[in-house]
């Protein structure tokens, strides 16, 4: 039996990148998908985002491994949406076990206005915030709550060159460290339950929001339109293993881990998915 055999997950941002690969490492794994995206661009973002045919995909790909799957485009800004989503899911499936609070956006190196700022707090922590609570009242007992943070939250902060030049960066950081502690609380909150809730925090992550102008900029700043190739070496400067990024199954393995049985007892944890990120800035304690 696969390893999430039976069980359903709700995973948001699932049409391509991270949230695709969770839907399908459980799908493989066994469980029935609730997938949700946006399905459009949000205008301070400085990367396109997924479209309807990526969600299709997902859906496609879910199916191929003989698993059913419910695709909902809904806006996790809007909790009524995800309301209904998981109404359409609970309908068709009957249960919910897992919840993948995955979107996220990063309007890095937009304007200097604060539209980057509050769509970023918008969907990477109100948004998970709104799928959590969306789904809290249809878990039970060995329910799983996984949240994805950043190794962004774990980096020294102290020192900020230009302050409010780029308000879209800040308040991804801003988002990620809020929802770790967001985290941390509820899994208190939820364990006598026998709920369980945990975040991982990936390093770099080889998808569409690490491979764009805006990223290939923060990386290399002393050139005026820096290319992939001019990034790539400058990205294993996040890590103390010798790579530029980690795939998205990467990440896709920890969350079939921390949805399965096998770690049932594993709760209110800040799992590290990082090759080392935080090996790099931090010290040794407990």
């Given amino acids: 039996m696969g390893r999430v055999e039976g069980k359903v997950a709700f995973v948001t941002g699932a049409a391509r990148g991270q949230g695709r690969s969770h839907a399908v490492r459980l799908a493989e794994e ?11 661009d949000i205008a301070s973002n400085t ?9 299709k995909e997902t859906a496609r790909l879910v199916e191929s491994h003989g698993r059913r799957i ?3 485009e809904a806006d996790v800004r809007e909790k009524p949406q995800l309301d209904d989503a998981l109404a359409q899911g609970l309908e ?19 304007d200097s206005e604060m539209q980057g700022w509050l769509d970023v707090i918008g969907v990477n ?5 709104n799928a959590i609570h969306a789904a809290i009242p249809h878990l039970k007992a060995g329910a799983s709550i996984i949240a994805t943070g950043s190794a962004a939250a774990m980096m020294p902060n102290e020192q900020v060159e230009n302050p409010g030049a780029d308000p879209g960066g800040a308040g991804y950081t801003v ?4 929802i770790s502690q967001y985290m941390h609380e509820l899994a208190r909150v939820l364990a006598p339950r026998m709920i369980r809730a945990n975040v991982i925090h990936p390093t770099n992550v080889d998808t569409a ?9 923060i990386f290399r700043p002393d050139l005026e339109k820096p290319t992939l190739e001019d990034a790539r070496d400058a990205f294993h400067t996040q890590q103390a293993m010798p790579i530029p990024w980690v795939d998205p199954v990467d990440i896709s393995n ?20 990082d090759a080392g990120s935080y090996l790099k800035f931090h010290s040794f304690h407990v």
């Fill in 209 to 217: 929001m690490l491979q764009s102008d805006a990223m290939y900029q």
């Fill in 254 to 273: 920890a969350v079939v881990y921390l949805a399965s049985d096998e770690s049932r007892y594993v709760t209110g944890t800040q799992h590290r998915i």
């Fill in 125 to 129: 922590l109100m948004g998970a915030q």
């Fill in 30 to 40: 066994g469980a029935d998908i609730i997938a949700v995206d946006l399905c459009r």
């Fill in 175 to 178: 988002a990620k460290i809020l």
């Fill in 92 to 110: 068709a499936f009957g249960r919910l076990d897992i919840v993948v609070a995955n979107a996220g956006i990063c309007p890095m190196l937009g």
């Fill in 47 to 55: 990367y396109a985002l997924a479209r309807p045919e990526d969600l």
């Fill in 70 to 72: 419910v695709a909902v």
